[in-house]
């Protein structure tokens, strides 16, 4: 498989875990929200993997939406979705494309 067909591959995963309201990527704000029964169920590995994944497709959508205005990627701020009352959203860290930072 070409790097190109994997990258497809990855965000048609994103995409359908976006359309079961699992996760969701906001390219205007630099937002992504993972729930938190999915996060909770990842190890270290996976949450690299999944946050590798969802980082193309804010870039992807970055660059559509502002497709003359383009700059470099900016900063995706993570945060997990909980389901329990009066905690709707927690922010986790922020991710550049290569490193983890501090929330």
């Known amino acids: 498989m070409t790097e190109m067909q994997l990258a497809i591959d990855k965000v048609k995963k994103m995409e359908w875990l ?3 309201s699992i996760i969701s990527v906001d390219a205007e704000h630099g937002n992504a929200c993972i729930h938190e029964l999915m996060y909770n169920s990842l190890s270290n590995k996976g949450v690299v993997k999944l946050v590798n994944s969802m980082y193309l497709l804010y870039k992807i959508r970055r660059a559509l939406k ?20 009066g905690k709707k959203v927690e922010r986790l860290f922020r991710f550049d494309g290569e490193k983890f930072l501090t929330a």
Do not use: N, S
């Not at 502002?66 to 009352?85: G, N, Q, R, S």
């Open 18 to 20: 976006e359309g079961r």
């Open 66 to 85: 502002f497709a003359e205005k383009y700059e470099a990627p900016a900063v995706l701020t993570f945060f997990v979705k909980h389901d329990k009352p």
